[in-house]
T-cell receptor, first 111, second 111 residues
């Protein structure tokens, strides 16, 4: 059983749609990261959250610590948003600095 | 502009060869990491370092070794490459209370 579960695994949207990617985890965490990886590209850290909500441009990330759940929202989606979005948690215990990664959500935005 | 650099981006090498994957960062981060990612799977930590002369194995067993002689440099070495080592290797660095910065990765194929 993976300690970090993401849904959906694959997502296809039309340009302009509002997109939500979900992440649930089962361990106590000190922070949660959302990462983006374009095809053939490197990984970019979008957000680091320990509570509440963060916004950067059209991207919004929220976290509910009590429910052990985070969401990544993309407003007015665009084909350039097509990428794999991965949730990763920094958990208490285990190797310090270690992150547990979800399997990622592959997003494809059609024009 | 990437502040963490990995070379090479792609490497195809024969079985039994010794290889070193390079990783350098210009941010002065003390913490650096190597992750391994197989296609469609989550990232797994194979090595990490908290600073010069500090290296530890991660949660995923790996036959590779690392060194940290300088803060900015964290190379990973495979003494004798095997087809089972075919994977993507990602280097990252972090600083307290900040997110992670990832390199673009090295896609290694051992034939």
């Amino acid at each position: 059983k993976n300690e970090v579960e993401q849904s959906p695994q694959n997502l296809t949207a039309q340009e302009g749609e509002f997109i939500t990617i979900n992440c649930s985890y089962s361990v106590g965490i000190s922070a949660l990261h959302w990462l983006q990886q374009h095809p053939g590209g490197g990984i970019v850290s979008l957000f680091m959250l320990s509570s509440g909500k963060k916004k950067h441009g059209r991207l919004i990330a929220t976290i509910n610590i009590q429910e052990k759940h985070s969401s990544l929202h993309i407003t007015a989606s665009h084909p350039r948003d097509s990428a794999v979005y991965t949730c990763a948690v920094k958990y208490y215990g285990g190797s310090q600095g270690n992150l547990i990664f979800g399997k990622g959500t592959k997003l494809s935005v059609k024009p | 502009e990437a502040d963490i650099y990995q070379t090479p981006r792609y490497l195809v090498i024969g079985t039994g060869k010794k290889i070193t994957l390079e990783c350098s960062q210009t941010m002065g981060h003390d913490k650096m990491y190597w992750y391994q990612q197989d296609p469609g799977m989550e990232l797994h930590l194979i090595h990490y370092s908290y600073g010069v002369n500090s290296t530890e194995k991660g949660d995923l067993s790996s036959e590779s070794t690392v060194s940290r002689i300088r803060t900015e440099h964290f190379p990973l070495t495979l003494e004798s490459a095997r087809p089972s080592h075919t994977s993507q290797y990602l280097c990252a660095s972090s600083e307290l209370n900040y997110g992670y910065t990832f390199g673009s990765g090295t896609r290694l194929t051992v034939v």
